[in-house]
T-cell receptor, first 112, second 116 residues
């Protein structure tokens, strides 16, 4: 079992709809969770971080964390074509405090 | 503005050649990382360094070594390149100043290496 798993997609969502991206992780003691966005040909950039159970909202983005189920998700409301990218889930705390472990990424396409 | 600079965007090397990938950050960050990114596999950690002259193996260190002689520079070395090392290599840095819980890595633009 991979340490951090995501559905690789592609996930296709119409413009204006809600895009839902999911991630599961294997290490129950993980404490910190992050979503990175990566445009084609570019490097990843951090868009959301979450540390405690529940929801965290930032503009059109909402991160949801359920530690009991070892599950973290990212919701994008009012999806825009500019949201088309690969979204990487990352988890900190597995086998050491210094590094992040990334999922394989979900490719999201927003259709106008 | 935050800047992580990788010396080469595109490289083509032959099997058996020694390859150096250089990364420089201007943020006085303590932590630096080398990842490789392959389709369907995401980012996998090769090596990281939490201070000058300190290094730790990541998940896939075989076939690679690193050097950190100065705080701002972290080099990835392929002693004898092989075709299965064809990949996108991403350097990243992170400082302690933002707190240990932050996951904000600052990435360079990447170096796409092709080994023939």
């Amino acid at each position: 079992q991979k340490e951090v798993e995501q559905n690789s997609g592609p996930l296709s969502v119409p413009e204006g709809a809600i895009a839902s991206l999911n991630c599961t992780y294997s290490d129950r003691v993980s404490q910190s969770f992050f979503w990175y966005r990566q445009y084609s040909g570019k490097s990843p950039e951090l868009i959301m971080s979450i540390y405690s159970n529940g929801d965290k909202e930032d503009g059109r983005f909402t991160a949801q964390l359920n530690k009991a189920s070892q599950y973290v998700s990212l919701l994008i409301r009012d999806s825009q074509p500019s949201d088309s990218a690969t979204y990487l889930c990352a988890v900190k705390g597995i086998q050491g405090a210094q590094k992040l472990v990334f999922g394989q990424g979900t490719r999201l396409t927003i259709n106008p | 503005d935050v800047k992580v600079t990788q010396s080469s965007r595109y490289l083509v090397k032959r099997t058996g050649e020694k390859v150096f990938l250089e990364c420089v950050q201007d943020m006085d960050h303590e932590n630096m990382f080398w990842y490789r990114q392959d389709p369907g596999l995401g980012l996998r950690l090769i090596y990281f360094s939490y201070d000058v002259k300190m290094k730790e193996k990541g998940d896939i260190p075989e076939g690679y070594s690193v050097s950190r002689e100065k705080k701002e520079r972290f080099s990835l070395i392929l002693e004898s390149a092989s075709t299965n090392q064809t990949s996108m290599y991403l350097c990243a840095s992170r400082g302690f100043g933002r707190g240990l819980n932050t996951g904000e890595l600052f990435f360079g633009e990447g170096s796409r290496l092709t080994v023939l």
